[in-house]
């Protein structure tokens, strides 16, 4: 026995698959879609995450440069300055004594930019001499500028110590003047200790001290990371 299937119940069917059909395709583009949104939005978020992050770069090179013109004016008065920074004389055309030259030599040699321990005995030995007097020791450690480890550039570099001893014998007088001159020397020195020993007009002084050296600082080029 054959059932007969009438032309209505067949368009109902043929339509209720139709409309499965457009709900699963409609489903899957609504689905695309919103992965699609949410996909571009965070794009757009990250774009604009990157352009204000260059644009506060921008400003900040702006900036730098506005500073270095700054920068370098107030050198060019620096540079000319007389009398200098410790009262020798400066400017364009400065003297051969002690405490002549010109301001930026004298910051330079103030802080040696490395460790050179034979260039600080050179330089204390300097100061003994123009004193008239002859140092009878003049010692401390040279660690010697290998067995330094080589840093990392840095923009705030901070000083280092370098340590020494000195010994002179003179009048009480003059050993006083010498305290002096190492007070008022370029370079900073930090002295420690002071031992005199003997009479006044045939005294030895014994001096424990310390001066430094900085590495010079780095241009340190950075980069950051936009997420």
Same mark, same amino acid.
């Given at each position: 026995m054959k059932l007969a299937v009438s032309t209505k119940h067949f368009q109902i069917n043929k339509a209720n698959n139709m409309i499965l059909v457009v709900m699963a395709v409609s489903a899957i583009i609504t689905v695309f879609c919103l992965v699609s949104a949410k996909a571009l939005l965070s794009q757009a978020s990250y774009q604009r995450k990157v352009i204000s992050e260059k644009d506060k770069a921008v400003d900040q090179l702006k900036e730098n440069v506005k500073a270095g013109k700054e920068l370098a004016a107030q050198y060019n008065v620096f540079e000319k300055a007389d009398p200098n920074i410790i009262g020798g004389k400066g400017g364009d055309l400065p003297g051969e004594g002690p405490l002549d030259g010109d301001n930026p030599r004298i910051v330079l040699d103030a802080l040696p930019s490395q460790y050179?321990?034979?260039?600080?005995? @050179? =330089? $204390? *030995?300097?100061? $003994?001499? =123009?004193?008239?007097?002859? &140092?009878?020791?003049?010692?401390?450690?040279? *660690?010697?500028?290998? =067995?330094?480890?080589?840093?990392?550039?840095?923009?705030? &570099?901070? &000083? =280092? *110590?370098?340590?020494?001893? %000195? *010994?002179? @014998?003179?009048?009480?007088?003059?050993?006083?003047? %010498?305290?002096?001159?190492l007070e008022r020397s370029i370079r900073p020195i930090d002295v420690q200790t002071v031992e005199f020993a003997g009479k006044e007009d045939a005294m030895t002084l014994t001096i424990k001290a310390r001066t430094y050296f900085q590495l010079g600082s780095g241009f340190v080029v950075g980069q950051k990371e936009v997420k």
């Open positions: 050179d321990f034979p260039a600080l005995a @050179s =330089s $204390v *030995e300097k100061i $003994v001499t =123009s004193a008239a007097l002859i &140092p009878s020791e003049l010692g401390g450690t040279d *660690e010697g500028q290998d =067995s330094l480890a080589a840093p990392e550039p840095t923009a705030n &570099p901070t &000083p =280092s *110590e370098m340590g020494f001893t %000195l *010994e002179v @014998s003179n009048t009480y007088l003059t050993l006083q003047t %010498l305290i002096k001159d």
